[in-house]
Structure formats: C-alpha cells, structure tokens
C-alpha cells in the first residue's frame, strides 16, 4: 500500500447538465472537459476513477506510480451550477498554481503548445530550448500550471504555489509549519510577477510556495464555493497529526472519520489527510 500522501490537485470545471431523458454516464465530453481530457493524455496521464452525482462529474487522471517521485493525479471536476469568475487585472488571493512534472518537458510543451492547449506565460522559446528549466501556462482548464523537467526528489517534483498577501504572509508560513510540518527554506523570483516564498517538507515531499506580489495588491478571493467557481482549484495535502490540521482549518463538509477531510485552510481548499494513510 502506498501513503495518500502524493501530489493530487484538482480544479472545477463548468460542464451543461445532461437532458433529462440522456445517460450522464454515457454523454460525451465536449468544450473545455474534452480539451483537458487531450491535454492530460499527453502527459500521460489516464482517468482511472469516474464519479457521477446530481451535480456534475468527476474524472481523476492518474500518471505513473504512486511510488514513483514524479506521480501525480489530476481532479478534473465538473459542475452544473459553476459559472466563470469575474475577470481581475491581478491574481487573485488564494489563487493556485500547480507544477507538472514530465521526463521530456521540452518536447511534450511543444507538442502541447502545437495543439492549442496551452496560452504560455513565460519564455516558451526559452523552454522548449532548453535554456529555461520551467515553463508557466494557462491550461485548457482555465487552470495554471509550471511544467518542468521530472526530478528523483518528490518534494521538488511536488510544488504548489498560492497567491497569498503580504500582510498574512508571516500568519500563513507559521500556519503552515505547525500544522503540516513545513519549513521556510528561501525565496526564489516567479518570473518576475512575484516572489515564491519556499515552504519546504522532504518525506513525504511537498513544497508550498506563497506568492507575493511584486507590483501592487491581489484582487479578492471570488467565493470559498468549489461549485460556484469554474476554475476553483484545490490539493492534497498530509499532516503528521490530521486532527490538529483539522483545528486550524474550517470544514468544507462535516468530516466522517474517513481518511480524508475537506477544508479550508487559510484561502486554499484543501483534502487534508494524514501521514501513513494508505491508498
């Protein structure tokens, strides 16, 4: 068994209810699900879990092992209600930026790049020339991403960043540290939009990057409604003592004892789990 401790991310996606007489099971994907759907294949990643409910479905992606420090598995979620967020000249507090591994990075960003599923919003020359060691992007997902070349360690394969104030930056590393056992180790420059505050845990790996802005404010968070908001993204995320994480978190449902709880922690949605959990 393999702890639930492993990159897994997810963002909502607005998806037209099936007719009343139509299967949902059987409707085909259309629009952005399609597209997310080619785009994850691409990177290798195969849906291996299908949930149907009233209000939408869910497709989780898997790629490769969960032992293998590069796994990942992607949430794409949909729902009936969810509508898009009002368009913000920043980004917005809370909003998350995840990090895509790949063993050919270069070549797969080109092939991607080639299809129309991604809008870069870094360097892409740079990239797919090897000169850049990551690339920023908006997938077809309406979600960010960092694609970058696979590494033998889980903690830099697994990143995630959040958009976060400078006024709750000191709150939110502390936060971080006592209730998942992260470690401030640096900064690093986001491609000159902000600064990536580098929250670091080696086993199991996982790095939470805040980011702050360079040049003025953070538009507000839209809502805390993961199925109101198309594009509302959340992760996984373990704690050496789950009940505690869970104290310093506001539930997003009751919590059933199960292995994993939602809530939100700070301005993220969260699937908070704990260490030694098995998949």
Not at 114 to 124: A, C, N
């Amino acid at each position: 068994m393999t702890d639930m401790s492993i990159a897994h991310f997810g963002t909502t996606l607005a998806e037209t209810p099936p007719a009343e007489d139509e299967d949902q099971n059987a409707t085909s994907m259309s629009g952005d699900l399609k597209r997310t759907d080619e785009f994850l294949k691409i990177l290798g990643a195969e849906v291996y879990i299908t949930n149907l409910y009233p209000f939408g479905r869910q497709f989780i992606y898997k790629r490769g092992k969960p032992t293998d420090p590069d796994y990942f598995e992607k949430d794409t979620f949909t729902s009936y209600t969810a509508a898009p967020m009002p368009k913000t000249k920043t980004p917005r507090i809370g909003e998350t930026i995840f990090r895509l591994p790949h063993r050919n990075a270069p070549k797969v960003a080109a092939l991607l790049n080639d299809k129309g599923l991604i809008e870069p919003l870094s360097d892409y020359n740079a990239f797919i020339n090897e000169v850049s060691h990551t690339l920023f992007f908006i997938g077809p997902d309406k979600q960010r991403y960092e694609l970058t070349q696979s590494s033998d360690a889980q903690h830099i394969n697994h990143r995630v960043y959040v958009w976060t104030d400078e006024s709750d930056l000191d709150d939110h590393k502390d936060g971080y540290a006592e209730s998942f056992d992260l470690q401030f180790q640096g900064t690093e420059d986001f491609y000159n939009f902000g600064t990536a505050h580098l929250l670091v845990r080696q086993n199991p790996g996982v790095t939470i990057a805040l980011l702050t802005t360079k040049n003025g404010t953070l538009s507000p968070k839209n809502s805390f409604d993961i199925f109101g908001d198309a594009g509302y993204s959340h992760f996984r995320l373990s704690a050496p003592n789950k009940s505690r994480a869970l104290n310093n978190s506001v539930e997003a449902f009751p919590d059933g004892g199960g292995p994993v709880a939602y809530v939100h922690f700070q301005n993220s949605y969260l699937e908070l789990v704990q260490f030694g959990s098995e998949l």
